[in-house]
């Protein structure tokens, strides 16, 4: 029996195209094992899945000055020396390693072991991390095809893995957990697993002016949940939501969501015409901006910088996004078709 090491951890985003390829590598007799952080969401979500889980230490890579920058290359170190330790016991075929700062020192590991690795990278640019891990990886999967021109000949436009049950939702599932009582369009805002203060804020100062003509699904992040609105009709708030997704999923006609790569590539297989709210460049690398411009330029969503952002601009927005969904849901639907998972899992058996 063959052994992969998956990684990737720090958001829900670096993790979820890794439990996307789990039936398949599961299917394929593949004894499979996951190396992340001691604390982070990735150790959360795998432990669900039943895959054996081992932490280490992890340092973040920050572009910003903190003092934390003086206490993370030690951090980083530690990591790399746990990773070596786990992967030197496992003997893996391959390690399959999804972004995110904890991956740097499992990828370093295995270069020094001489153990394969294969990296994806979601958004059009790499980010740090990858930057990092590039230069070890035997393959470089994207989900843009524009990011080919960033990775050189290592590159394979792969798409991004999706979760099957993503396509499995039931809208009168989705109503019920809702509470919804009127027929209304609904409008579904997400704003990633770590929430999105601004656009949680402007929503709600909208919805005077938007529940008289939708439901709103409002997923806004731990923490962000406002009692204050519990029991508005045709309001409902979710700190979190996991198995409820696709139901969720299945019942937006319309959705507001941030322009994390991962989340782009489930609105555009799931056909959800979208307003994209990039986070701003003052909070990020613009990655998000790149992001979402792409799919703006190929008519699969609306774009709106952050900066625009207000109550009454939210409201028209969200008008007009309806109002051509359509057009939006043609577009998605004439988009090139790539088997993600097929694919992936092709490069990883290519390379090991």
């Not at 396509?167 to 409008?187: D, H, I, Q, V, W």
């Not at 005077?208 to 508005?232: A, W």
Request: net charge positive; proline share 4%.
């Amino acid at each position: 029996m063959k052994t992969i090491v998956l990684t990737g951890g720090g958001t829900a985003g670096h993790v979820t195209p890794n439990i996307a390829l789990l039936p398949k590598l599961k299917e394929e007799g593949w004894d499979i094992r996951y190396v992340g952080s001691h604390t982070g969401i990735e150790k959360q979500l795998i432990t669900k899945e039943n895959i054996p889980y081992y932490g280490i230490a992890s340092g973040k890579l920050r572009r910003y000055i903190s003092l934390e920058n003086f206490k993370d290359p030690f951090k980083v170190i530690k990591g790399y020396l746990d990773a070596y330790k786990i992967l030197k016991r496992l003997k893996p075929q391959i390690v399959f390693s999804k972004g995110g700062y904890v991956t740097v020192p499992v990828v370093l590991a295995a270069n020094t072991l001489r153990i394969p690795v294969v990296i994806h990278e979601s958004d059009i640019t790499p980010g740090l991390a990858n930057k990092i891990a590039i230069k070890g990886a035997k393959k470089v999967c994207v989900n843009f095809e524009e990011t080919l021109q960033y990775v050189g000949r290592k590159g394979v436009y792969t798409g991004s893995p999706i979760r099957e049950e993503l396509f499995k939702g039931n809208k009168e599932e989705a109503r019920k957990l809702c509470g919804f009582k009127e027929s209304k369009p609904t409008l579904l805002m997400m704003g990633g697993s770590l929430g999105a203060r601004k656009l949680n804020k402007v929503l709600r100062e909208a919805l005077g002016e938007l529940l008289p003509h939708y439901n709103i699904v409002h997923i806004c992040g731990r923490g962000n949940y406002d009692t204050k609105l519990e029991g508005r009709e045709g309001y409902k708030q979710f700190e979190y939501v996991d198995k409820e997704l696709p139901h969720l999923f299945a019942l937006a006609d319309v959705m507001l969501s941030r322009a994390g790569a991962n989340s782009l590539a489930e609105i555009v297989a799931l056909h959800i015409p979208s307003l994209l709210i990039p986070l701003s460049q003052k909070a990020s690398r613009g990655d998000q901006i790149l992001n979402a411009y792409s799919m703006k330029k190929k008519g699969y969503a609306a774009c709106l910088e952050e900066e625009e952002l207000t109550s009454s601009k939210l409201v028209q927005e969200i008008e007009k996004l309806y109002s051509e969904r359509k057009n939006y849901i043609t577009a998605m639907e004439q988009a090139t078709k790539v088997k993600s998972i097929d694919k992936v899992l092709q490069v990883i058996k290519e390379n090991c």
